[in-house]
Each structure stands twice: as C-alpha cells, then as structure tokens.
C-alpha cells in the first residue's frame, strides 16, 4: 500500500501544487462512520471505511483524505464557517483523479453528498468539470 499512498500523494500534491509531507498511516476501520477520516497527532493517520485492492473509487477516497494532510501540512485553515474550500480542493482532485481512472465523478460522488461537505451549491453540481 505504501507505493499507492507516494503515487497518490504525488497526484495531489501536483494539482494542489504544494509539497508532500510524510506518509501518513493508513488503517482499514469497517465501523468507521465515514468512507474516509483523517486525524492528527504525533503523526497523521487516515482511517477508511473500505479498502478494495484496485477499485479506483476506494483510492479517490484515500486520495481525498490525503489532500486534506498536505493541506494542514502547508497550514490551510480546515476549519470554515461557510463554503469550506479545503473540502473544495480536495473534491477537485478527487474528481479529477476518478476522470483519469476514464470515470465519471458524477456517477461516484452525488450532488448532495458534495454539498454535505462543501456547503457550496454552485460547485456541489459538477458543471465545472
């Protein structure tokens, strides 16, 4: 899994354009209340609900989570009080990761669940992609 996290740390630190911190430690929880949570401490640690070895969607997941530990590694406030654009950023990429896997993110990812995280409702449709 280690050689998945640096090439998927590599995919958001490009689109984000900013560096990669350390590898963060990757667990597979079945009872966690998310597909994916991140949480800090001595050291990250991104914690997934699932984990299907080469199911492109359980990998834009962790990708997700991983653009948030690069954003908090480069000191991107993670806390909004409205249109949360860490959430933003990171659906972003994992958009753009799920079409270079010749997916559709509007398929993966529903208009709800979007702006559940984002409160956006202009974004939360995908017509930008």
């Known amino acids: 899994m280690e050689a998945i996290v640096r090439s998927l740390m590599g995919f958001a630190a490009s689109h984000l354009q900013k560096p990669i911190p350390d590898l963060p430690i990757i667990q597979i929880e079945p009872d966690c209340e998310y597909l994916g949570r991140i949480e800090w401490g001595l050291r990250t640690r991104i914690k997934l609900k699932y984990w299907r070895d080469g199911n492109a969607f359980d990998r834009s997941v ?3 989570e991983i653009c ?3 954003q908090r590694f480069n000191d991107m406030p993670m806390q909004y009080d409205g249109i949360d654009e860490a959430e933003i950023e990171a659906i972003t990429v994992q958009c753009r990761y799920l079409q270079s896997q010749g997916l559709d993110p509007r398929t993966a990812l529903s208009e709800a669940q979007i702006f ?3 409160r956006d409702k202009e ?3 995908l017509e930008w992609l």
């Open 62 to 64: 962790l990708l997700h």
């Open 68 to 70: 948030h530990a690069i």
């Open 116 to 118: 559940q995280m984002t």
């Open 123 to 125: 974004f939360s449709k």
